[in-house]
């Protein structure tokens, strides 16, 4: 699956789209950024409600093809703006992290679409 393809099936809102083409094979789902640098696997989806620049900076080290905001939060600029200039796309979702990512998990093992 790609980036641009998780973005359909799941109804994200893009604020930014770098490269749809990007694969996604894993992704991972945590709201504590020493968590996430301890445990995703690189190239994972970040999941999170943290929109902040130590959040972009965790999406850069772990190599991440996209970051989804969940529960509509709102998107400060720097956060978006640091994203977009390492490559890493950016999406919002309605949803919450619980539901998400068990979308996320179904379309990844093969279920799903919603």
Request: proline share 4%; glycine share 8%.
């Amino acid at each position: 699956m790609t980036v641009r393809e998780m973005a359909r099936a799941l109804g994200l809102t893009a604020v930014h789209l770098a490269d749809g083409g990007r694969p996604v094979a894993c992704a991972y789902t945590s709201d504590l950024l020493s968590d996430v640098m301890g445990n995703a696997g690189d190239g994972a989806v970040l999941i999170t409600i943290q929109a902040h620049k130590n959040t972009a900076a965790v999406a850069v080290l772990k190599e991440s093809p996209a970051v989804i905001i969940c529960n509509n939060r709102s998107v400060p600029e720097d956060f978006a703006a640091a994203l977009k200039a390492e490559g890493i796309s950016l999406f919002v979702s309605a949803e919450n992290q619980f539901t998400l990512s068990g979308k996320l998990y179904a379309l990844l093992h093969g279920s799903g679409p919603w």
